[in-house]
């Protein structure tokens, strides 16, 4: 059940450089997406999110992107730095009722950052 | 900034005990939820929890699981049979009425079944 693909497993870029991070989904149902970062024993950390009604949310060197005709979504960062090297995971949810918004996760992306 | 906690930090339990894992959500938060993730997979919905009963729960939540919150703060997920295949990192989240923000995570617990 891959409702959430994230099809690079890692990536890796040069610091100042944009990290741009991928991420498919097929329910259409889903509404609010949201991205989250993960270091190594630790829980997820909300990073943005971005509902179906917009394509482009922004905060600070974070940028989501939402192509709802394609089912795709993208998160920008520029510039890239070492300390944002981590585990990132894509996240979609809808209202399954009493607004509910379980999240459904991706794979997740390990990114480096290479000073 | 508040925080979710969890206890423990790491679980080792015997096939077939009970484990019970503890979180304390956000004060102010109405959502609470437990994922799991087994190493090298992704991050599952296990259970969402509002208004002092269960709103959801995956395949996975079966009857060997159950949660509660016993005291309006503590939030708890209790397995009473453990499986080898319990083994997993499980994370509580917890969220405000309006979910734009974000669940907020704990750390996890790392549960090892032996």
């Known amino acids: 059940d891959q409702q959430v693909k994230q099809n690079s497993p890692s990536l890796s870029v040069q610091e100042g450089r944009i990290s741009i991070l991928n991420c498919d989904y097929t329910?259409?149902?889903?509404?609010?997406f949201l991205w989250y970062k993960k270091y190594p024993a630790e829980g997820p950390t909300f990073l943005i999110s971005?509902?179906?009604?917009?394509d482009k949310n922004e905060d600070g060197r974070f940028t989501v992107f939402l192509n709802k005709s394609a089912k795709h979504l993208s998160l920008h960062i520029v510039p890239s730095q070492p300390g944002d090297s981590a585990v990132y995971f894509c996240?979609?949810?809808?209202?399954?009722?009493?607004?509910?918004?379980?999240?459904?996760f991706g794979k997740g992306t390990l990114l480096t950052v290479n000073p | 900034e508040p925080e979710v906690t969890q206890t423990p930090s790491h679980q080792v339990t015997q096939m077939g005990q009970e484990v019970i894992l503890r979180c304390v959500p956000i004060?102010?938060?109405?959502?609470f939820y437990w994922y799991r993730q087994i190493l090298g997979q992704k991050v599952e919905f296990l259970v969402s929890?509002?208004?002092?009963?269960?709103?959801?729960k995956s395949e996975i939540f079966d009857d060997q699981f159950s949660v509660e919150r016993p005291d309006g703060s503590n939030f708890t997920l209790k397995i009473r049979s453990t499986k080898l295949e319990d083994s997993a990192m499980y994370f509580c989240?917890?969220?405000?009425?309006?979910?734009?923000?974000?669940?907020?995570f704990g750390s996890g617990t790392r549960l090892t079944v032996v």
């Open positions: 996240a979609a949810s809808f209202d399954s009722g009493g607004s509910n918004y379980k999240l459904t």
């Open positions: 329910n259409s149902m889903f509404d609010y």
């Open positions: 971005i509902s179906s009604i917009k």
């Open positions: 989240a917890s969220r405000e009425q309006v979910p734009v923000h974000g669940y907020t």
């Open positions: 929890f509002y208004n002092n009963e269960i709103s959801e």
């Open positions: 004060s102010n938060h109405l959502y």
